[in-house]
């Protein structure tokens, strides 16, 4: 490694997909809290001098994910719901707005699933005023195609609030196959007993775990988000015994991979296969614990 440059920017950065290198540019997005939280999209030269930004974007609120792609950025920001931002950075000068769309909830994660459709993976919002009760996890899939009016064409709301997934802190959980059409993830689901509350359940109602394992998908531009079935490893008494929480469970999925027609689960006491077409078991091996 050799030291090449250094340079400067306002705001602090979420994570590594809000940083992208691009041609003869890096491209990064930040977020300021001095007074109103305002979000930026800056665009430095190889020397790391500041050639364009787009500043001041969704004053009050915090960017949530970001990915570049290419001559387009997309953020999304939120407070209260959720806009996605559709960025052109074409001319590393003079990046600009294209559109955006507002929808409920949130977006942790943006994953790409063609130069034209993005797959968001976050939590679903009920406006509450001046914030948001976070709720379920929400899986939406949206097309940019028309970057003036980006559309969410397909979406997915998993358990109430308190359901939870890695995906939305490590995407190193999250396997995508667009050949495919496949899209798992490994998700905690939370319930609230509804008979606890006669008036109606209100928003800040936090649900109990009662089941953790992998959701499996299919995903198309044409069918959008279909529920193929769901893998758990916590299936015996035993197994539940040693839960707390799910997510300390040992049987607690967290990855999952496939090798030609076998999807495998992965947690720290399992390997489970089932058939990548249809999910029927296999097999499964026990780790030590």
């Known amino acids: 490694m050799t030291y090449a440059a250094s340079g400067e920017f306002p705001g602090m950065v979420l994570n590594q997909f809000s940083m992208d290198e691009y041609g003869d540019h890096f491209r990064v997005a930040t977020t300021t809290r001095e007074g109103t939280s305002r979000n930026n999209i800056y665009i430095l030269d190889m020397a790391l001098n500041i050639t364009g930004s787009l500043e001041n974007l969704a004053p009050g609120e915090t960017i949530y994910s970001a990915r570049f792609m290419g001559e387009r950025g997309y953020l999304v920001t939120f407070k209260q719901v959720d806009p996605l931002f559709v960025i052109d950075l074409s001319d590393p000068y003079n ?4 559109g955006y769309l ?5 977006s942790d994660y943006l994953h790409p699933y063609d130069e034209t459709h993005i797959i968001g993976i976050g939590k679903e919002t009920t406006d509450a005023g001046e914030f948001a009760w976070y709720q379920g996890v929400k899986i939406s899939l949206f097309d940019v195609t028309d970057v003036s009016n980006p559309r969410e064409i397909s979406k997915v709301e998993i358990g109430d609030r308190g359901t939870d997934s890695p995906v939305l802190w490590d995407h190193k959980a999250f396997l995508f196959d667009k050949s495919r059409n496949l899209l798992v993830m490994p998700i905690l689901v939370a319930e609230v007993d509804q008979s606890e509350y006669p008036q109606g359940v209100p928003s800040w109602a936090y649900g109990e775990p ?3 394992g992998a959701y499996v998908f299919g995903i198309s531009l044409d069918e959008g988000l279909q529920l193929k079935g769901r893998i758990t490893h916590i299936e015996s008494s035993a197994e539940l015994e040693q839960d707390y929480y799910y997510y300390s469970s040992p049987f ?3 990855r999952s991979l496939y090798i030609g027609d076998v999807l495998y689960t992965i947690s720290d006491a399992k390997i ?9 078991y296999i097999n499964e091996v026990q780790l030590p614990s």
């Not at 990046?95 to 294209?98: F, G, I, K």
């Open 102 to 106: 507002k929808v409920t909830g949130y």
């Open 210 to 212: 009662v089941w953790q």
């Open 272 to 280: 489970k296969m089932n058939n990548l077409e249809n999910l029927d």
């Open 252 to 254: 607690s999925v967290q």
């Open 95 to 98: 990046p600009e707005v294209l």
